[in-house]
């Protein structure tokens, strides 16, 4: 069994940076792709940043240029890095693994953050 546990959320102001971190633990014989997602109560869950193995990254558009996401693989570890954050960047985000030979999806319990204006 594969846990995530995040950290790193918390309160900002508009314009303000805060970095996510996901550490994952547990029988990984292969943890393949990593990535962030975020919830609000109005919209679904939504990508908003992931990054493969090797270190490719996809980014959402409302996210490009302002998050990055990093990876330490000897740590089994990624984290969000947002800056000049927006009000609309509220929401809870959520870390997402993909281990093993069928990519099983595993996910974090989220962790909240909020923007204020």
């Known amino acids: 069994q594969v846990q995530l546990v995040e950290s790193g959320g918390g309160l900002e102001q508009t314009g303000g940076s805060l970095r996510l971190s996901c550490a994952a633990s547990?029988?990984?014989?292969?943890?393949?792709?990593m990535g962030w997602y975020r919830q609000t109560p109005a919209k679904q869950r939504e990508l908003v940043a992931t990054?493969?193995?090797?270190?490719?990254?996809t980014y959402a558009d409302s996210v490009k240029g302002r998050f990055t996401i990093s990876r330490d693989n000897a740590k089994n570890t990624v984290y969000l890095q947002m800056n000049s954050l927006k009000p609309e960047d509220t929401g809870v985000y959520f870390c997402?693994?993909?281990?093993?030979?069928?990519?099983?999806?595993?996910w974090g319990q989220g962790t909240q953050v909020t923007v204020s204006s």
């Open positions: 990054i493969t193995s090797g270190g490719t990254t």
């Open positions: 547990g029988i990984i014989f292969r943890l393949n792709a």
């Open positions: 997402n693994a993909k281990v093993g030979r069928w990519q099983n999806d595993y």
